[in-house]
């Protein structure tokens, strides 16, 4: 682990208030680093931050290695001489409680368009030669991402499998002819990213230089629907005639789900991706390094088997395991890279083989609190089954229903089960119950949602799994970060050893 024990607080940035209609990396950004700082906390976890596609979910993105304009400041570009007060003022209104994806993206847009104009026309020579190295240093992705962006609007969003064969396959004269008629568009889909991840560093220095990790995700399986497969269908195993995935991902059917889940992503072909020392993989765990500090590995069990379903089935039942070259793939990382900073999401029903891959190379892995209470004293969520310290833990994850929402939902008896358990009842409530819990635990790092440390109900669920529509919306109140919680926080954090060093000693 990168360091002792700490504390934090899971929000992905889309959730920040402001006037734009989305969270961004503007103001509100800095103002919850500062919360984050005040309140004792030395983790701040987000989602995927890959430009998103249908259903807006941050882990079916356009691709795997860029950012997602939408986050991108429009407050920043005034400030840098790209826009006017007058472009900002003309912006149209949107809800302050939820994310309108269609308004906002149309709404942005307009006003990328307007600030990569000006860019391109007036920008300082440092900034246009900056522009041009970040072009260069991120060209093994950032080519063929601009480019599938701008076939993608020229075909009106279709998925890439229905493009013209020619260009579908990537054939070199329709490449090159996509590439001159594009062109402004390559740019600009170029300028967006040069933008992200300019915001996003600025932000991550001062998050940083105040003594918070930025703890980021790593979606194990990418769209279909992406850069990435269009660009390197060898390592995916697509049909060869008709571009869909032939053989499909998810999980195999539980005690949770007679069917499973079908995810649709195509699986990888790992035999040639071994064959080619991971290469794709290593460049893109060095494109997250360049902007998180810590990483967890969503699905991590897919590394050791994953479940593969055939093309054309509508359910996981009739899948089958086909096992991954975990192993030799984190001894190459291990020997590339060198130790990083990994987190396995180990949730669910997991094999020993998968435990055994994770310990090996001292990964820590995933506990959640809503697990704990529905089973016998041996349930591993319960944090007197924690073996060792090397264990994230969570009230509840982007997938959980909020704490209070949860509570709320069981019944009586199964309440009577959490509170006996809990030995008490604060005036808190339930919420701050479940992060003085995970807090006294011996897991190194202990994450509370931001919906849980505010108190708030299922109104305020990021997400839920199943479910196509309604999600990733949730956003916040700059009022609501108020200073009574952050002290409240703060003072959890100390109790149980979590605060900085520096606060510590001091």
């Not at 976890?45 to 259903?55: A, D, E, I, K, S």
């Not at 499909?248 to 040639?272: C, H, I, K």
Request: aromatic share 14%; charged share 25%.
């Amino acid at each position: 682990m990168v360091f002792s024990r700490a504390s934090g607080i899971l929000l992905h940035p889309t959730s920040f208030p402001g006037r734009f209609g989305i969270g961004d990396l503007g103001a509100e950004a800095y103002k919850f680093v500062d919360f984050l700082k005040q309140s004792g906390q030395q983790l701040w976890q987000v989602l995927p931050l890959g430009p998103t596609g249908f259903g807006n979910s941050p882990y079916l993105c356009y691709s795997a290695m860029a950012g997602n304009p939408l986050l991108i400041s429009p407050e920043k570009l005034r400030d840098y001489g790209l826009l006017a007060n007058e472009d900002l003022d003309a912006y149209g209104e949107f809800p302050a409680e939820k994310v309108d994806y269609d308004g906002v993206a149309k709404a942005k847009h307009s006003l990328f368009e307007k600030a990569c104009n000006n860019f391109k026309s007036n920008a300082p020579e440092d900034q246009k030669a900056a522009f041009e190295e970040f072009c260069a240093t991120k060209s093994f992705w950032l080519n063929d991402y601009s480019l599938f962006m701008a076939i993608k609007e020229d075909r009106e969003g279709a998925s890439w499998h229905t493009w013209d064969y020619a260009i579908a396959r990537r054939q070199s004269a329709a490449m090159e002819e996509c590439q001159q008629r594009l062109a402004d568009e390559i740019y600009y889909h170029k300028y967006l990213q040069f933008e992200f991840f300019r915001q996003w560093a600025d932000l991550k220095k001062y998050a940083n230089d105040n003594g918070i990790k930025i703890f980021g995700d790593l979606a194990i399986y990418v769209a279909h629907d992406s850069a990435d497969v269009w660009s390197h269908p060898e390592l995916f195993c697509l049909d060869g005639e008709t571009g869909e995935a032939s053989l499909m991902a998810g999980v195999p059917p539980d005690y949770f789900s007679q069917t499973g889940q079908l995810w649709g992503n195509p699986v990888y072909r790992w035999e040639r991706l071994q064959q080619e020392d991971f290469h794709w993989w290593v460049l893109r765990i060095q494109s997250i390094l360049d902007y998180v500090d810590l990483i967890r590995i969503d699905h991590f069990r897919g590394l050791q088997a994953f479940w593969a379903v055939p093309q054309g089935e509508t359910t996981a039942i009739n899948g089958y395991w086909v096992d991954a070259p975990g192993e030799e793939f984190f001894n190459l990382l291990n020997e590339k890279l060198g130790k990083l900073p990994f987190i396995a999401e180990d949730l669910g029903l997991i094999t020993d083989e998968v435990e055994a891959l994770r310990d090996k190379f001292g990964f820590a892995g995933m506990k959640v609190l809503h697990f704990a209470f529905d089973s016998g004293p041996d349930n591993p969520y319960l944090p007197y089954n924690y073996e060792g310290s090397g264990w994230v833990v969570y009230g509840g994850t982007h997938d959980n229903n909020t704490t209070v929402g949860w509570f709320e939902e069981r019944s009586p008896e199964a309440q009577e089960r959490v509170t006996r358990y809990l030995g008490f009842s604060s005036d808190w409530g339930i919420h701050w119950d479940l992060i003085r819990l995970a807090m006294s635990s011996v897991a190194v790092y202990a994450v509370s949602p931001l919906q849980d440390i505010l108190g708030l109900g299922s109104e305020a669920k990021m997400n839920t799994p199943s479910v196509s529509e309604g999600n990733w919306a949730w956003r916040y109140q700059s009022e609501m970060l108020t200073e009574e919680v952050g002290d409240r926080l703060k003072s959890l954090t100390e109790i149980y050893g979590r605060l900085p060093e520096t606060e510590e000693n001091g």
